[in-house]
T-cell receptor, first 114, second 117 residues
Framework: SQQGEEDPQALSIQEGENATMNCSYK?????LQWYRQNSGRGLVHLIL?????REKHSGRLRVTLDTSKKSSSLLITASRAADTASYFC??????????????FGKGTKLSVIP | NAGVMQNPRHLVRRRGQEARLRCSPM?????VYWYRQLPEEGLKFMVY????????ESGMPKERFSAEFPKEGPSILRIQQVVRGDSAAYFC???????????????FGEGSWLTVV
């Protein structure tokens, strides 16, 4: 079943503005990760936040996690045209098969207009 | 240090044919994961393998799909008797340890795009 659900599905902003993407999930998690995918390419890991953390920063990225609401947000500050990509949240949780599974949402397509 | 290598990058198959997708994990990585991505969708987990063993195949369709990760050589995702609905991007990822131990050290390949005509 789909775990992470991002919103908005698509976001268009001007260069220099901030971009905020949200992700909601359903089950308990070990950690939540954000990935970036350029069109026709593989996924690149951006940032990981553990279930006992509330906020994390990495360069222009800021991630928050609210486990009581089962939601996370990714903020990209001072956006650049090169940030144009699809962004996915992924939750790590125990699968029924006794291992851990990374489950992805449908993603937010971000367009940054120069 | 080469990343996760997938080939072919693009594959066209007629309905009923077989598709074989290969994945060479990063050096030193013994855990391999296959995901499928439909257009405009996120990645859906298919199977998790560790050298010679299938650990979790809960996302794999019961029929026509199989995966292996032999002691020597790449991991193979095999789709028999392909149908139009199999058209998708198939991504492989690898990690040195299991995901619970690896944190953010899971690396994705560039994907194999399968088109069934």
């Amino acid at each position: 079943s789909q775990q992470g659900e991002e919103d908005p599905q698509a976001l268009s902003i001007q260069e220099g503005e901030n971009a905020t993407m949200n992700c909601s999930y359903k089950t308990s998690i070990n950690n939540l990760q954000w990935y970036r995918q350029n069109s026709g390419r593989g996924l690149v890991h951006l940032i990981l936040i553990r279930s006992n953390e509330r906020e994390k920063h990495s360069g222009r990225l800021r991630v928050t996690l609210d486990t009581s609401k089962k939601s996370s947000s990714l903020l990209i500050t001072a956006s650049r045209a090169a940030d144009t990509a699809s962004y996915f949240c992924a939750t790590l949780s125990e699968s029924g098969a006794g291992s851990y599974q990374l489950t992805f949402g449908k993603g937010t397509k971000l367009s940054v207009i120069p | 240090n080469a990343g996760v290598m997938q080939n072919p990058r693009h594959l066209v198959r007629r309905r009923g044919q077989e598709a074989r997708l290969r994945c060479s994990p990063m050096k030193g990585h013994s855990h391999v994961y296959w995901y499928r991505q439909l257009p405009e969708e996120g990645l859906k987990f298919m199977v998790y393998l560790q050298k010679e063993n299938i650990i979790d195949e809960s996302g794999m369709p019961k029929e026509r799909f199989s995966a292996e990760f032999p002691k020597e050589g790449p991991s193979i995702l095999r789709i028999q008797q392909v149908v139009r609905g199999d058209s998708a991007a198939y991504f492989c990822a690898s990690s040195r340890d299991s995901l619970i131990n690896s944190g953010n050290t899971i690396y994705f390949g560039e994907g194999s795009w399968l088109t069934v005509v």
